[in-house]
């Protein structure tokens, strides 16, 4: 069955630590994958996304993130952590044509001072 | 850029009574819009796809006769629900994409509590 694992609920950080969310995908081919942010009581903001190319990919507010195929995975990823990047991280994939997406549980982030 | 757009971004109503969220393509032609539910606490669970002129596509569990979706133009996709329940309370939120390209634009999410 086609689907988007975050294993990790809630992961928490201290301010300036580095930091790696983990997404796990099934599916029989490469999907197109996304990373979101939510924060409380708010819409999704999109952090970067793979479609192909470069497995390392860039996104906003110093977010990036590796495709590994052998590993099926997209794990998120940055350097240094602030207190404002505390919020919950989507994982999500396109695994056909149309435009529906597939989202992972989400990991919930907190940064300690 | 472009921009989807919901409203309202909260509403509340009465338990049985009917709710309707618009969802809106500001700047660009949908042909397709998904329709997402987020419960407290929990991950975003596709509901149905709204198709332009035609009916909507509703994934497996999902009620259709409880919420009615109607794409009737390519900018706007409205999803009502009917005879609403507080187990309906939760975080609806709407996606489109532009014809060309694979950007997905997320609308910011309407919070429904029914009382």
């Known amino acids: 069955a086609q689907s988007v694992t975050q294993p990790d609920i809630h992961i928490t950080v201290s301010e300036g630590a580095s930091l790696e969310l983990r997404c796990n995908y099934s599916?029989?081919?490469?999907?197109?994958l996304f990373w979101y942010v939510q924060s409380p009581g708010q819409g999704l903001q999109l952090l970067l996304k793979y479609f192909s190319g470069d497995t390392l990919v860039q996104g906003i507010k110093g977010f990036e993130a590796e495709f590994k195929r052998s590993q099926s995975s997209f794990n998120l990823r940055k350097p240094s952590v602030h207190w404002s990047d505390a919020a919950e991280y989507f994982c999500a994939a396109r695994m056909d044509s149309s435009y529906k997406l597939i989202f992972g549980s989400g990991t919930r982030l907190l940064v300690r001072p | 850029g472009a921009v989807v757009s919901q409203h309202p971004s909260w509403v509340i109503c009465k338990s049985g009574t009917s709710v309707k969220i618009e969802c809106r393509s500001l700047d660009f032609q949908a042909t397709t819009m998904f329709w997402y539910r987020q419960f407290p606490k929990q991950s975003l669970m596709l509901m149905a796809t709204s198709n332009e002129g035609s009916k909507a596509t509703y994934e497996q569990g999902v009620e259709k006769d409880k919420f009615l979706i109607n794409h009737a133009s390519l900018t706007l996709s409205t999803l009502t629900v009917t005879s609403a329940h507080p187990e309906d309370s939760s975080f609806y939120i709407c996606?489109?994409?532009?014809?060309?390209?694979?950007?997905?634009?997320f609308g910011e999410g309407s919070w429904l509590t029914v009382v």
């Open positions: 599916y029989g081919a490469t999907p197109y």
């Open positions: 996606s489109a994409s532009r014809r060309a390209g694979n950007t997905i634009y």
